[in-house]
């Protein structure tokens, strides 16, 4: 068997590209496993309409800053994928793909990664697999009687094959606030949210939020009280088409529905709506199945980590899933700095 690299980053999305970035730098022998056959990670697969919250000096990673988007405050998907595609050929990143981990099983000193395309081992693994590969859909009763159209956020495309149609979108942050927001001007529709929506100020985006994740996370180190981070401020970034749509009074939200019928939703009050189709933009869970054979989750399915390393194994980080694997590590902006911690921790590790 060759002898084993350094490290073996999985996921070549943005966090998995964030920490390619520091590896070369640090000068360690790695390789980026993806499971795509393209560059651009989960932003190839997203809504038509879908723009970042940020101007693109604020939606950059680790040194490369986004070039704005000419016509555009807020970038598209499009120009996301183009710039993660040139940052991974301007660095020159090993990204081999499409190559899918079945399995990550320790092995001595090291850890084996099982592909479809064969096994490599490393020193220490990066997971930076993301969670648009596990949309989540809650148990809601009647969901498999109803004969209309269901389909999740990774799913939805834009409002043409909705046109004139009866059509619910369930969640209440800011993929069901852009998705309802898509589709208030041709369908009937109905959005349904947990709670009344939380919109944040108008003049809040991207950078508020990321400083706020920062904030929280740095009080939360230092023992200090929690400040709420961006859950204080709210659940919606009222961009632009949010906005549009909200002062034009299209925007009005029903409470959770208690039963799916046959032809739509019902409420206990007796109150129904019909609907041809129902969007789910009720989120995601981490992709995590690579990492079971390390046993590493706790009962509800968690894997406990300090910063980015995990606490059962010291030879793997998680990155990008969340503020949990760092504050904001979700974003573009956000996932530069966990990344150059792991990778650091990673380097010490090895020395």
């Not at 809650?138 to 159209?149: K, L, Q, S, T, Y």
């Amino acid at each position: 068997m060759p002898t084993p690299l350094d490290v073996v980053v999985i996921g070549g999305g943005q966090a998995g590209l964030a920490a390619g970035y520091h590896l070369r730098r640090l000068g360690l022998d790695f390789v980026v496993l993806d499971a795509a056959s393209v560059p651009g990670g989960a932003w190839r697969h997203t809504w038509d309409s879908l723009h970042l919250f940020s101007p693109a000096a604020y939606s950059s990673l680790p040194g490369r800053l986004m070039p704005p988007q000419p016509g555009e405050t807020y970038p598209d998907a499009t120009h996301v994928v183009a710039y993660l595609t040139d940052y991974e050929q301007r660095y020159d990143l090993p990204v081999h793909r499409p190559v899918r981990v079945t399995g990550v099983h320790r092995h001595g000193e090291c850890l084996r990664v099982e592909t479809d395309s064969g096994t490599w081992r490393a020193r220490a693994v990066v997971s930076a697999t993301g969670t648009w590969s596990r949309p989540f859909v809650p148990a809601i009763p009647g969901r498999a009687e109803f004969h209309g159209r269901q389909m999740h956020t990774v799913e939805y495309e834009n409002p043409t094959a909705f046109a004139g149609q009866n059509v619910i979108v369930v969640g209440g942050g800011n993929s069901g606030a852009q998705i309802a927001a898509d589709l208030a001007y041709d369908t009937d529709l109905t959005w349904v949210t947990p709670r009344e929506p939380r919109y944040l100020a108008d003049d809040i985006d991207g950078r508020t939020l990321f400083d706020h994740a920062t904030a929280r996370r740095r009080a939360l180190d230092a023992g200090r009280t929690d400040t709420g981070g961006v859950a204080s401020l709210g659940d919606i970034v009222a961009v632009p088409p949010v906005r549009e749509a909200r002062n034009a009074g299209l925007l009005k939200a029903q409470p959770m529905f208690d039963r799916i019928t046959a032809t739509g939703v019902a409420w206990a009050d007796g109150t129904t709506a019909e609907a041809d189709a129902i969007i789910w933009c009720t989120g995601f869970r981490p992709a995590l199945s690579h990492l079971a054979p390390l046993g590493l989750r706790g009962p509800r399915g968690h894997i406990p980590t300090v910063g980015t390393r995990a606490v059962g194994e010291p030879r793997l980080h998680l990155l990008g899933y969340g503020d949990w694997t760092g504050p904001a590590s979700a974003t573009l902006i956000g996932v530069g700095r966990p990344a150059r911690e792991a990778t650091r921790q990673i380097a010490d590790l090895l020395r």
